[in-house]
């Protein structure tokens, strides 16, 4: 009932062929493409057409690899409106083409008032909220259009998006089944750390949001003087992955699971770590139904 795949930039810049081939020696299920991280072309604005993605898509799925989520990551508050119209534009690139990648997904984190997307103070007042959801609901008007969807990933404390409670108002504010979440549990952990169980903040977020999750990110976050440190690969840092398993893949089966910040040094033990949590998770839950709950 798990469906583990990479963000195919950690692995390099290559060519299709040969990205395809190093990604497939880890015997995954799907992956995470930005196509201007990913591959060593230039992607100038039009530049996308329907028999470049069914190239793409040819070549992963002869490997048994699926696109999970196009990556398209924009900063839908750039303080630059000219440079955030061109943003949207090349997002709504990415909307119009997805279904040829077979892909429907295309995603992106929140922003900031900063460039760079880093911590600004500004980023958390209204008119910062009011101006993503103008950004948003132009992406989702596209998105209807082209039967693709926007998935959003929010991030604690530095961007526009930055709690479960926030992420709650903008699916209340476009119910569209357009809109999804991509849900990364650390990048949602307070950088001052939880108050709660890991196990109780898992399940405020998939009580909040679950049924709209479309894609999962895994990674890893410990704590260090009081900050969070979050950019650990998955298995190596202080993540209750079987609770959080527990929580998320009775609800979400085969929901992709794309790992970040992996590499070559470490996605064979984090993939079998986490196929082997994910089995005795899954274990105990069937135990649990077949003997009534008692």
Known sequence: ??????????????????????????????????????LPSAFL????????????????EAKNISIAVLGCY???????????????Q????????????????????TGSCNPDCSRHPDTGKPETFDLFCSSLERLLNTAEKCGSMVGIEPVADQHTVSSIELMSKVLARFPTPALRVIYDPVNLIPGAGLSESQEAFFTGA????????????????????????GDLPAGTGSLDYAALFRVLLPGKPWVDLLLENSSPATAHRTIALLRETAAA????CADHRSDGGS
């Open 74 to 88: 924009i900063n839908p508050v750039h303080p630059d409106p000219a440079v955030r119209a061109r943003m949207l």
């Open 45 to 60: 604005p039009g530049s996308l057409s329907p028999g470049y993605a069914r190239r793409i898509r040819k070549i992963l």
């Open 206 to 229: 998939f009580d909040a949001f679950g049924p709209r999750i479309a894609a999962v990110h895994l990674k890893d976050f410990r704590m260090e003087d009081g900050k969070k440190k």
């Open 90 to 109: 090349n997002f709504e690139e990415h909307l119009r083409f997805a279904r040829d990648f077979g892909c429907s997904l295309v995603g992106t984190e």
């Open 1 to 38: 009932m798990i469906q583990i795949g990479l963000r195919a930039h950690d692995y390099g810049c290559l060519p299709p062929e040969q990205l395809a081939d190093v990604l497939a020696a880890y015997n995954i299920e799907s992956i995470q493409l930005a196509l201007t991280k990913a």
């Open 281 to 284: 998770v899954l274990g105990t």
